[in-house]
C-alpha cells in the first residue's frame, strides 16, 4: 500500500473519531455548540441526534482503520461512504461540509487508485 494513501485514510479516520468526540460527547458543551454553530436550546433538542450520527461516524473510522489492513476494495467502499456522507451533509446542511469531510477523502481515494 503506498504511504500516501495511507497516511489520508489515517486523517480520515482520525476527523471521523474527532466527529464522533463532538457528537456524542461535546454536542451541548460550548466547544460543540461552536463548533456546530448552535444554540444552548438547539443542541439540548437535538442531542440524542448527535449521539447516533457520532456512532456512525465511529464505524466509518472503524471502517477506514480496518481497511488499512485489508485490500484496496475495502478502502475504496469505505472512502466513497465518506465521499457520499460529505456530498449529502453539504447538500443538506453546510457547504463546509464538502470541504471539511468529502474533499479529505476524495484525495484519499484518488491515492487508492492512482498509486
Not at 460543540?32 to 442531542?47: D, L, V
Not at 480496518?66 to 465518506?82: G, Q, R
Request: net charge positive; proline share 2%; charged share 15%.
Amino acid at each position: 500500500m503506498n504511504l500516501i494513501s495511507t497516511i489520508l485514510i489515517i486523517i480520515v479516520a482520525l476527523l471521523h473519531l474527532g466527529f464522533l468526540y463532538l457528537e456524542m460527547f461535546l454536542w451541548d458543551k460550548p466547544r460543540g455548540m461552536k463548533s456546530f454553530r448552535m444554540t444552548e436550546e438547539q443542541a439540548k433538542s437535538s442531542k440524542t441526534l448527535a449521539m447516533n450520527q457520532g456512532l456512525y461516524n465511529g464505524f466509518l473510522a472503524a471502517g477506514l482503520i480496518w481497511s488499512l489492513f485489508t485490500d484496496d476494495s475495502v478502502k475504496i467502499f469505505f472512502l466513497v461512504c465518506v465521499i457520499i456522507a460529505g456530498i449529502f451533509g453539504a447538500l443538506t446542511v453546510s457547504k463546509r461540509i464538502f470541504y471539511i469531510q468529502a474533499v479529505p477523502a476524495i484525495l484519499g481515494l484518488i491515492a487508492v487508485l492512482v498509486f
